[in-house]
């Protein structure tokens, strides 16, 4: 197709772009795109990937390497991006979470990964315990020198892996250790590696092996740099040491350019080893130029001037944003409920979500339910009163064996099998169909411009669901029936062909953990349901008001949120001017687009631990009400 001038491109799919949105797009260098709540970063990095492949400033066969956190954020970006461009360019488009790339880095070149580190063929995915960690900690710091013992006995099981293990920069050389943690860390490494019969391999160890694989490979390092000249790097607040150290030691000094995006205001996962000072370092490393989206598409006015009184807690110099969406609700957007008990605050709370929807027609997806930690026991507390008032609550933390629902509904095999089953359920699913008809040519290997794979692709998968289809309408949903059609499905897409096309399943058990999670909330959606179409419904949340913690929150918006237990309690840990606990609290409050409810139950605890959070709602002009 014919290039386009860059002074004569446009944004696709959209009106325009805000001025500051122009600037960061149109930067010839490295960037750091402070994008806020509701700023529509995904859509900013889709028009930017879209200016760069159209405009021919990245051209063929040069890519653009996006990397984002989560399976689902980088699916989302991936299909903006399909949108927005034509396929021969879309298709230069690479859009991998941080952890599926370094590890598709180290699957691919392992034979170049120095051999005191290197990993069996094929290797494990390991998830440690906290037993397993403690355990190890002890026999580590037994057998350390005295002096060091302390400083071992001072590590946390919870915090070992991502703020030792993932810190540690691994020599081309073992080399003695010098301190108690590093001991730690170096015995950490042959409990993986030597692990019978293969190694078992963590997330973070398999991010630190890719790292260490650019210092040893140069030749390696400079085909990267030569393949993605143009990176994305998604929710860069929370990078952590070792992915940073990936950045680095992959594309530092090359003429690759970074486009860093996100908020530090949102950064709320240090205790998972993210780096506190990321942004610092873009700006120092690679130069990045920092640049602001004002913009708030997700919130009301009256919203984002609340947002902008907890954001200045954080940082005193934060930019007031610019709503761009029409309140919709009339007084306040923002309440501060208080009750006595438990049972009064759930009774409240469910007669006024029940008449809040039927007053401005929404449905229970619209809302949210938000707690910082635990929310299995407030799933308990409230169940029953919302089972009265008609209401069903839907725990995304739920465990379905290793995996919880929420990370179940991102899972790339689990979304292809229920829009399989979709497709059997319902006479007219488009979504479905396109869904699975561009993933059989995956499957199938078949070539972007092979025209008779195509064609027997879409016979393949019309004749499956034709058959799919006459044997759903024989059967009744119940359990038995919905593990049979659970089995059916998988067995279509093939787990070897899963395995090969999707790199998060490569090694190790996911796709296992996946299928039978899968296998179990099917047989648990069938219950009761009066058709197939209400089971996968039920399956996917339909007609259920989702409950979740904060950190499963991010990246969501709801109409209305609703956060319950703002108390000493639930945020036990939380200190005055604690930087991740009003992150925590902003996040919660920038995931409302109409409406923000806080919920203070003294049956569950006092509010002395937080009562700079009760304080920022009341500089905000935010009302409290005993209910």
Known sequence: MPLIAPDDWRPRGIDDLEPNAWRALR???????????????????????????????????????AISFKTDAADNLAARVRKRCPPELANRFTSLTFDAFTKGLVDRFQPAIPMPWRPSRPYDIWLPTKQQTEGHLTESRLAAP?????????????????????????????????????LAVQRWWPRMLQAQPRSSMTFTSLNRLAELLMRASPHIRRALQMTYPFVFVDEFQDTTYSQYDF???????????????????????????????AFDRIKADFAAAPIPLLFNFRSSPDLVRIQH??????????????????????????????????????????????????????????????????????????AKRFSEAGLRIRNEAQLLGKMSLQDLLSDSAAKLALALLRLGADQRAPAAWQHC???????????????????????????????????????????????????RAFAFLGMDSLRRSYPEYAQGELLD?????????????????????????????TG?????????????????????????????????????GLATFFVALSRAKQRAIFAFCRGRGQRNKVAELFQLLANAGVPEFEI
Do not use: N
């Open 309 to 382: 009184v907890v954001a200045r807690a954080l940082d005193p110099q934060a930019a007031e944003g610019v709503s761009r969406t029409e309140q919709q609700v009339d007084g306040d957007v923002a309440q501060v409920w208080s009750s006595a008990t438990k049972d009064s605050e759930a009774l409240h709370l469910a007669r006024w979500l029940l008449s809040d929807m039927q007053a401005r027609g929404r449905q229970p997806r619209d809302y949210v339910i938000l707690v910082k930690q635990r929310a299995d026991l407030f799933e308990a507390d409230l």
């Open 27 to 65: 930067a010839p260098g490295s960037t750091s795109i402070i994008a806020g709540p509701g700023a529509g970063k995904t859509e900013f990095l889709a028009q930017r990937a879209a200016y760069l492949l159209e405009t021919g400033i990245c051209p063929a066969p040069f890519r653009v390497l």
């Open 146 to 182: 005295v002096e060091w013992q302390p400083a071992i006995a001072g590590i946390s099981a919870f915090g070992f892996e991502s703020s030792y293990v993932g810190r540690y920069r691994l020599p081309l050389q073992q080399q003695a250790a010098q301190s108690g943690p590093e």
């Open 247 to 277: 950045l680095m030691s992959a594309f530092h000094g090359s003429a690759s350019i970074i486009t860093a995006v996100g908020d530090d205001k949102q950064r709320i996962m240090t205790w998972a080893g993210a780096r506190p000072d």
């Open 544 to 580: 259920q008001i989702p409950l979740m913690t904060v950190h499963k929150s991010k990246g969501l918006e709801y109409d209305t949120v609703v956060f319950v237990g703002l108390d000493d309690q639930a945020w036990w840990s939380h200190k005055p001017g604690d930087a991740e």
């Open 437 to 487: 008809s561009d993933a059989m040519r995956d499957l199938r290997a078949v070539a972007g411009d092979d025209m008779v794979g195509d064609a027997q692709c879409e016979a393949l998968l019309a004749g499956w669901v034709k058959s799919l289809r006459s044997d759903m309408a024989q059967l009744v949903p119940a359990g038995d029936s919905a593990a049979t059609l659970a089995g």
């Open 513 to 541: 953990i996946a299928v039978e999670a899968f296998r179990t909330h099917l047989v648990a959606s069938a219950l009761g349901a009066t058709s197939w179409s209400a089971a996968l419904d039920a399956f996917e949340g």
